[in-house]
C-alpha cells in the first residue's frame, strides 16, 4: 500500500504527509493567527491602562505600581507547571477558550465598576492577578496548539516568525493607539476595547476545524497512571537535562526581570519625573517596538544567512544592552524623547530576533506529550523574572529614585553579556543541532 492511499483530507487543506507551500495555506492557522492579532492589540491597551489607572485615578505610589506589574504576573510562577502538566492531557483549544472568556469577563468588569463608582485600588489588584492566572492557561496552552495545527516542524520557524511579526506590529501600533483611546475614554473605560478584542479570538478559536486528539494520561514505566507532580517532575528534568533548553532556561529569568523592571520604572520615571502625558509614553513605545516589528521581519531571512547561535548571541545582547541609554536622556524634551525611543528600540529589536530563535529551538527539541510542560517550565522562568522584575523595579524606584533604579538595572542587563557569550546555544550552527 503507497503512503498516498492512506492520507486523509485535513480541513486547513493539506493532506496528512504533505506539507503545504508555507503557511498561507493553512486556513485554521490563519484563522488563529487573525484572532491573537486582534487580541494582541487589545492587550496593548491593557498593559498600558491597567498601571495608569493605578497611576492616575488612584494615585499609586512607585512601589504600588509594582505591586500591580507583580500581581498580573506571579501566577506564572506559581500556576504554569501545574497548567502546562494539565494542558498535556487536554485539548488544548477547548483551554484556550476558557481563558479567553474568563479573561473578556474579568477585563470587562473593569470598567463597569469604574462607571458605577465601585472600583477601588484593592480590587483593582484583585482583578489583575485574576486575569494573570488565565493569561497563564491561555499562554501554556498556545504554544503547545501552534504545532497541533502547523504539524511540519520545518514550517515552525515561519509561524513563529508570523506570530512574532504580528506581537511585534501589536507593539508599534498598540501604545500608541492605547495612549490616544485612554486619553479619550479615561484608562478605565479603555480596558472595554481588550474585551471585545477576547471576544474575536473566541470567535475565530472556534472557527478552527482541525481535529485536536485527546491526549493520554502518561503512564508510569509500570503501567500505572502518573499523577501530577510527577508529570511536573518529567517536564523540569526535560528541560533542564536539554543540553540546549537547560542554558536557554537558565538566562530565562534574567531577560525577563530586565524587560519588566525598566518598563516599570520607566513608567513611573517618565510620567513623574518627567512629566510626559499618556499619549507621549504610548508615542515611545510605540515608535521603540519597530524595532520589534523590523526584528521579527528580518528574522528568517538573517536565520537563513548566519550561523544560528550568532543570531541568538547578538540579538539577546541587543535586547540586555538597549536599557542602558535611558538613564543618559538629558536635554530638551525632543532630546529626551529619541533617548527613550533608541533604548527601546535597540531592547526591542533584540528581542523581535531572539524571540523566533529561541521558540523555534523550544519546539523543535520538544517531543509532542511533553510541549505544554516544557511551554510551562519556561513561562514559569520568564514570567517569575519578569513578577520580580516589576517588584523589585517598583521598590527600588520608591527607595533611590527611578532615575537612579533604571541605571542599577541597566548596568545588571549589561553584566549579562557574559553568560550569553559562554552559553552553548551561541555556538549552535543550525536548527537541525537541536534535534540531533
Partial sequence: MTSAAVQTAHPSGTRDGDAPPSLWHNAD???FWLGETISLFGTQVTALALPLTAVTVFHATAGQVGLLRFLQLVPYL????????????MRRRRVMLVANGAR??????????SATHRLNLGLLLALATAIGVFSVLFD???MSFVPAVVRDP???VEANQKTGVTSSTADVAGPGVAGAVIGALTAPTALAVDAGSYLVSLVTLLWIRTPEAKPG??????GRRRNIAAEVRDGLRFVFGHRVLRPLALLAPFSNFSLVSVWTMFLVYASRDRGLSPAQIGLVFSMSSVGGLLGASLSRRVIARYRFGLVYAVSMAAMFAGPALIPLAAGPRLVQLGVFVAAFFLSYLGL???NIVVISIRQAATPAP??????????????GGGSLGGLAGGLLAGAVGAREALAVVAAASLLMLVPLALSPVSRLRSQDEVRS
Fill in 29 to 31: 492557522f490563519l484563522k
Fill in 78 to 89: 506559581l500556576l504554569a507547571l501545574l497548567f502546562g502538566a494539565l494542558v498535556d492531557r
Fill in 104 to 113: 473578556l469577563v474579568l477585563i470587562g468588569l473593569i470598567p463597569l465598576l
Fill in 140 to 142: 501554556v496552552s498556545w
Fill in 154 to 156: 520545518e514550517r515552525f
Fill in 217 to 222: 494520561r502518561p503512564a508510569s514505566e509500570d
Fill in 352 to 354: 523581535g530576533v531572539a
Fill in 370 to 383: 511533553l510541549m505544554g510542560r516544557m511551554t510551562a517550565a519556561f513561562r514559569t522562568l520568564l514570567f
